[in-house]
Nanobody, 120 residues
Framework: QVQLVESGGGLVQPGGSLRLSCAAS????????MGWYRQAPGKQRELVARISSVGLTNYVDSVKGRFTISSDYAKKTVYLQMNSLKPEDTAVYYCNVFVDSYGLGRNDYWGQGMQVTVSS
């Protein structure tokens, strides 16, 4: 099995910053794409940002220029630096990773989710 531990969420004022982290552990032979999704109340879960194992990134338009995804494959960790936060960024944020595991092939795993609230 693969475990994902997320940290860094919380309450921040508009214009503030937060840094989310997600560390993977367990039965991991190789990490592939890693990413962050979010789900606001009453809305569908949406992709925020993804990063490939070779460093290619993509972002949803609404966060371009404000959020930066990065990864440390040696630490099996993905980060999301969120700057200039807006109230509309309020959501539960989830990390998602694609992993090759011994005996299990390739699967994707989700973190437990953490609340990010942007409010004055």
């Amino acid at each position: 099995q693969v475990q994902l531990v997320e940290s860094g969420g919380g309450l921040v004022q508009p214009g503030g910053s937060l840094r989310l982290s997600c560390a993977a552990s367990g039965n991991i032979f190789r990490l592939h794409d890693m990413g962050w999704y979010r789900q606001a109340p009453g809305k569908q879960r949406e992709l925020v940002a993804r990063i490939s194992s070779v460093g290619l990134t993509n972002y949803v338009d609404s966060v371009k220029g404000r959020f930066t995804i990065s990864s440390d494959y040696a630490k099996k960790t993905v980060y999301l630096q969120m700057n200039s936060l807006k109230p509309e960024d309020t959501a539960v944020y989830y990390c998602n990773v694609f992993v090759d595991s011994y005996g299990l092939g390739r699967n994707d795993y989700w973190g437990q989710g953490m609340q990010v609230t942007v409010s004055s």
